[in-house]
């Protein structure tokens, strides 16, 4: 009798008190496109200048997934209760929202959690980090964005494989299976590729050069 | 009745047809010590000429890990029913061993086979690549060994974060807990540490030496 009280699947899981959505899904998702753009352009336009338009599309990118990390997935990692939110607060219903497409986030998976938890604690602040690097052309900004991109390369490989392994059967329907648990998670693994790609190559020239110049003095 | 057909914590976990571990703790050990010394030597003395010391640890080290990544771990991920082994096999037993210290390996737990398989197929064949990208002095050394090193760090936080969040209770005895499941990977949190703020570093001096030559060729 107690059986789906919630939306999710599998219908089994337990979440007492659960408390259902209050915003659609339109909205929800209108909010995060729109602070994501505010953000995006306050960037593109504020700190940006000067900048080659690819560092400005990369700390646009950087400024965006950085503050997702922080406010958003830190708001799931420490509000193991968000399930049973009743103030319609926003940060509340994207979770609710999203777990329609993962179950694993209402039901506390632990290699979700851990996952999550690295993600908005160190991920975070060095992708904010990154935004400055770029902006002021550090030394470390190449080496930073790679090791953020792996990072998050890791993160979705043990977020799918655990799925996987677990009978990969989270989603409530293969619209919320597809748009949300690959189609969201698919950006942070193309992007992550892309810029590990670039910044490993970056790196590797910067390191032949070195030796170049290395053995150009030894000549003289 | 059936509980406890097993040496592990907690004992309720089941582990149909369980054969037990016929090799002595020590015996286990000695084998994998000495092996790890065999390939090292090997390292040290076949393919560490001309190299500076550090260079040759180093290469000793990747050449140990990335062995214990591909065999060890490569023989846990794709063994499910490695407890269930009666033919004495070593690598089985290394695992019934192991998973005294921490029953999650026994009890196939996601989170750990998702670790350890991109330890294994990805990590491990990538150490073996920072062996020989060592030895030539290849332009991507130190950004391999960063890229690794961090992959060892995420793995190891998923592997420690997941057991505190499912009640940290998966060891036979303290004496376990505390020389397998801290002691044996408390070394690949603290070298792949070492590694990473070395590589950080020689890449961010790379980088800052190209800026620099840059600037050079402009005054010019």
Redesign the interface.
């Known amino acids: 009798m107690e059986e789906a009280a919630h939306p999710y699947v599998p219908k089994d899981l337990k979440l007492p008190g659960y408390v259902p959505i209050s915003m659609s899904m339109s909205s929800i998702l209108s909010v995060y496109l729109a602070s994501s753009l505010f953000v995006a352009s306050l960037v593109w336009f504020l700190f940006g200048r000067k900048k080659l338009k690819l560092d400005k599309l990369l700390m646009c990118w950087w400024a965006f997934t950085g503050l997702t990390h922080l406010v958003l997935e830190g708001y799931f990692v420490f509000s193991p209760e968000f399930f049973n939110d009743n103030t319609s607060c926003y940060l509340a219903e994207v979770w609710k929202e999203y777990s329609k497409g993962d179950s694993r986030y209402a039901g506390r998976d ?2 979700v ?3 999550e ?2 993600t908005a604690v160190i991920e975070g602040p060095a992708s904010l980090l990154s935004v400055y690097a770029i902006a002021k ?1 550090k ?5 930073l964005q ?2 953020i991109s ?2 998050q390369l ?2 979705c ?2 977020y799918f ?2 799925a996987f ?2 009978g990969d059967n989270f989603a409530t329907s293969s619209f919320y299976y597809y748009s949300y648990y690959i189609g969201a998670n698919g950006w942070w693994v193309l992007i992550p590729l892309l810029i590990s790609y670039r910044s ?1 190559n970056k ?9 170049e ?1 290395k053995m150009k003095k030894k000549i003289r």
């Open positions: 632990s290699a959690i851990a996952v938890g690295i052309g030394s470390y900004s190449y080496v790679l090791a792996l990072g890791y993160g490989l043990v494989i655990t392994l677990e490993w790196i590797c020239e910067a390191a032949a050069n070195g030796v110049t």
